[in-house]
């Protein structure tokens, strides 16, 4: 487990997350239930305080309703990060304490550490 991750935790940051482990933890999402991601993904965080953030599940693929997340502004050692499509679906913003991201980076193999997290630049975060 990463001991440093839930200080770090910050707007623009990307990690690999289990979604289960962060509703069975308290974690909230909106959007319908069927629109949910279930399996591990890599999210972004959208916004950050002392206690909760707000996440974006990222998606290789698009589809109904999804956005782009443009290639620029994009950092991080992992390349389906850094150089694959991604999208995100507006309507599914999840929230969670930072001590729940923390256990959802775990049980997801979040591979990310101090000094190399995957991130994107402020101004190319969805403003949600």
Known sequence: MDKNLANELEPGMVVHLCP????SLGG??????????????FFLVLSADAKRCRLL???SQDGPGRKVIPLEGRRGNHP?????????HPVQVWTASRQTIVRAADA?????????RGRIAAEFIPDL
Not at 28 to 41: A, F, I, L, R
């Open 20 to 23: 289960k482990t962060m509703l």
């Open 28 to 41: 909230k999402v909106s959007g319908p239930p069927e629109t949910w991601v279930k399996d591990e993904h």
């Open 57 to 59: 599940p990222i998606y």
């Open 80 to 88: 389906k990060w850094k150089e694959g499509p991604s999208y995100f």
């Open 108 to 116: 997801g193999g979040d591979l990310s550490t101090t000094g190399n």
